[in-house]
Each structure stands twice: as C-alpha cells, then as structure tokens.
C-alpha cells in the first residue's frame, strides 16, 4: 500500500500560481510513478502530469503544457505540480496518484493509489 497526502490548494487570481505537494509513504520502491489528476465540477477526473521515480521522466497533458511543471523530491518521498499562468478553467479538485507499472498514465485505470484531493480555485 501507498499513503499520499495532498497539500497547497487554495484560490487564485487569474495569470497566479500556487504549488501542490504530495507526500508519499507506505510501500514505495524506485519503481514507482507519481502524477496528478484533476476534476473540475461536472467533468470526468482528467490527467494532468506525471513522473517516473527513477529517471524523472515527465508526461504532461496538452492544456497544462508550458505552464505546469511536475518535480520531486526523492529524500523526502515528495512530489510537486507548479502552477503558473492559471486560468479559470484550471478550476478543480488535483488529486495525487501513484503506481506501477502503468499501461498509459494518462488512464485514470492505470493509477492505483490516490490522494484525498486538495481545491484549486482560479477567479478573480
């Protein structure tokens, strides 16, 4: 089992930023893959990024391209999204993921763990 822990929501203004961190504990080994989701109200949970434990190679969905960018920390068993240029659209529940092995990491199917969730508001 993976524990993760979400933290940095919060509201923003337009063009803002804000950084999520997600801590992992439990049963990580270097095989592991973190990523972020998000769910916007009345939508499905969409990806957004993710990141290969070892190697630190990224995937990134198209709408959040050039504009978040997903980190880690691996003393610390952390995970960050930052968030710059946010829009109103980015409105959402972020949730963390982890897994192994993913088939397609931007399958919601493919991840096995998750966080609770932390709110990000984007309005002015």
């Known amino acids: 089992q993976v524990q993760l822990v979400e933290s940095g929501g919060g509201l923003v203004q337009p063009g803002g930023s804000l950084r999520l961190s997600c801590v992992a504990s439990g049963r990580t080994h270097s095989a592991l893959v973190m990523g972020w989701f998000r769910q916007a109200p009345g939508k499905e949970r969409e990806f957004v990024a993710s990141i290969w434990w070892t190697g630190g190679a990224t995937d990134y969905a198209d709408s959040v391209k050039g504009r978040f960018t997903i980190s880690k920390d691996n003393a610390k068993n952390t995970v960050f999204l930052q968030m710059n240029s946010l829009k109103p659209e980015d409105t959402a529940v972020y949730y963390c993921?982890?897994?192994?092995?993913?088939?397609?990491?931007?399958?919601?199917?493919?991840?096995?763990?998750w966080g609770q969730g932390t709110q990000v508001t984007v309005s002015s």
């Open positions: 993921a982890a897994t192994y092995y993913p088939s397609n990491v931007h399958y919601e199917t493919s991840w096995a763990y």
